[in-house]
């Protein structure tokens, strides 16, 4: 059994998501910014009358924050029933992976991206970082923009 991921690129790294979590992937707008929430969280837009949190995904990885322009797609999410949104550079592609074709990332507790990731996948001659969406869009914070 396969399974598809949508494929795109931050900060120069290769990232999936599982397709079935997608609800849709929509064009930069601009972020209204909110008090009191993690550096991480953009801010909100408004996704056809509902407030969308929308996160900084290089942020949330621990890196540099994104400095979002138009060219900067939003994956839109779904866990659990609840949106957001992902900031991301580019988006590459829907790929197909065996079902147990996921590899376990090794790291530390000190690593903290590690938490974030399903597995590592061979792709082609890369290596796609699937990353746990559950687990990036774990912050009580977070429930605040929404």
């Keep these: 059994m396969q399974r598809e991921l949508i494929t795109?690129?931050?900060?120069g790294q290769l990232f999936g998501l599982d397709i079935m979590a997608i609800?849709?992937?929509?064009?930069?707008?601009?972020?209204?910014?909110l008090p009191g929430v993690p550096d991480y969280v953009s801010g909100v837009v408004n996704l056809r009358g509902t407030v969308l949190p929308v996160l900084d995904l290089a942020a949330?990885?621990?890196?540099?924050?994104?400095?979002?322009?138009?060219?900067?797609p939003i994956i839109v999410t779904d866990v659990d029933g609840q949106s957001r949104g992902l900031i991301v550079h580019s988006v590459n592609d829907i790929a197909s992976?065996?079902?147990?074709?996921?590899?376990?990332?090794?790291?530390?507790?000190?690593?903290?991206?590690?938490?974030?990731?399903?597995?590592?996948?061979?792709?082609?001659?890369?290596?796609?970082?699937?990353?746990?969406?559950?687990?990036l869009a774990s912050d009580d914070?977070?429930?605040?923009a929404a």
């Design 8 to 11: 795109f690129q931050v900060a």
């Design 23 to 33: 609800r849709e992937i929509r064009a930069w707008s601009p972020v209204t910014r």
């Design 60 to 72: 949330r990885l621990g890196w540099e924050p994104t400095e979002a322009t138009p060219r900067n």
């Design 97 to 135: 992976l065996p079902a147990d074709g996921l590899q376990q990332p090794e790291g530390t507790t000190h690593d903290n991206i590690v938490q974030f990731i399903e597995g590592l996948a061979p792709l082609n001659d890369d290596m796609v970082i699937v990353l746990n969406l559950a687990a």
């Design 141 to 144: 914070r977070v429930e605040l």
